[in-house]
Nanobody, 114 residues
């Protein structure tokens, strides 16, 4: 059984920063990919950023230069530092862990508004 829990969402003014954290617990090791996705109201879920066991990363064009993804393999955690936030970043952010397997967190709300 693997559990994925996100934290760190909230309300922030445009131009502000937030840091999201995600922790995986349970029987999982040698995690290849750890990533963040988001889903805004009325839109499909989309990839925000992913980091691989090699430390290579991929970012959505909309967040390049503003967001930074990082991971701690020993703690099985992944973080997303979000700077220069815009109203269009408002969404529910989901953490995704795997392979091995494919595990999702319950999501954390990020609202960017003045």
């Amino acid at each position: 059984q693997v559990h994925v829990v996100e934290s760190g969402g909230g309300l922030v003014a445009p131009g502000g920063s937030l840091r999201l954290s995600c922790a995986a617990s349970g029987t999982i090791s040698s995690i290849s990919a750890m990533g963040w996705y988001r889903q805004a109201p009325g839109k499909q879920r989309e990839l925000v950023a992913v980091i691989f066991s090699t430390r290579s990363t991929n970012y959505a064009e909309a967040v390049k230069g503003r967001f930074t993804i990082s991971r701690d393999n020993a703690k099985k955690t992944v973080a997303l530092q979000m700077n220069s936030l815009k109203p269009e970043d408002t969404a529910v952010y989901y953490c995704r862990i795997g392979p091995p397997g494919d595990y999702w967190g319950q999501g954390t709300q990020v609202t960017v508004s003045s």
